[in-house]
């Protein structure tokens, strides 16, 4: 576990002395900040983070394509992926290291945005934090299957362009699968249902936190680490 870590602090170090980092920041900010101060209801008799959740599933396929892009394809592309595995840890924790970087990125946008909540308790009549905690961890969940989609890309090439497009099309066709529940016939339902990020995210909004929504993240996440690893470790066959 101390490389994991130590790969994660260096990672995530790293993110904040390019202008990735920031970049991503203020735009996420901005455009989940505008949306949100346009949709709320001051003094309404249930203030809600609705607008916020609901605009968060399409950001977050928008923004973590760039977050992961380059956390393998660049150290392929300058040479020093092959510097990094011959130190004295595993394939699977560099994968690990690099990936809760990337979380810990989101987590920095996430936090950023907490003043949405104090701003809706403040000026309202009121706001269910159940929904809201639930809501959060919905998002982090959501925001982890995404980074583990761009890790998994990251490690298949050296370009980062290519990394990025690739995830993008696979966030976002996890993504569009939730809106189609309502137009693809009733037997393929359940098939669109159990791969849908939206679909699971929005149970756990909901403040309902369903062990098969869990297990569906998790188990996201688990793959594609694991093939990233895979990818990794082909590189020793070429």
């Known amino acids: ?34 949306m949100f101060f346009t949709e709320i209801s001051i003094g309404t008799p249930q203030a809600e983070m609705r607008p916020f959740f609901g605009l968060a599933p399409l950001l977050f396929c928008i923004f973590a394509p760039p977050i992961t892009m380059g956390l393998f394809s ?6 020093t992926l092959e510097m990094l595995l011959a ?11 690099k990936f809760l970087a990337a979380v810990g990125l989101v987590a920095v946008m996430l936090a950023f945005t907490l003043p949405y909540t104090a701003f809706l308790h403040h ?13 959060y961890l919905g998002l982090l969940l959501m925001a982890s299957g ?6 998994m890309t990251s490690a298949w090439t050296k370009k980062q362009v290519t ?13 569009l699968s939730g809106k189609l529940l309502q137009v693809v ?18 149970n756990i909004a909901r403040g309902v936190i369903d062990f098969r929504d869990l297990l569906y993240y998790g188990s996201l996440v688990g793959i594609c680490l694991l093939i990233a690893q895979t990818s990794l470790e082909s590189r020793r066959w070429r």
């Open 74 to 79: 660049e150290e392929r592309a300058t040479g």
């Open 146 to 151: 995404y980074l583990a989609v761009g890790v």
């Open 87 to 97: 130190l004295p840890l595993t394939d699977w924790q560099a994968v690990l290291g």
């Open 163 to 175: 990394a990025w497009v690739i995830a993008f099309l696979i966030c976002f066709a996890l993504f």
């Open 185 to 202: 016939p009733q037997w393929l339902a359940p098939v669109i249902q159990a791969v849908a990020f939206d679909f699971h995210f929005q």
């Open 1 to 34: 576990m101390h490389n994991v870590l130590t790969i994660a602090r260096r990672e995530f170090g790293a993110y904040f002395y390019s202008p990735i980092a920031y970049f991503v920041i203020v735009i996420f900010l901005l455009i989940s900040g505008y």
């Open 123 to 135: 000026y309202s009549a009121g706001l269910d934090w159940g929904p809201v905690v639930g809501g």
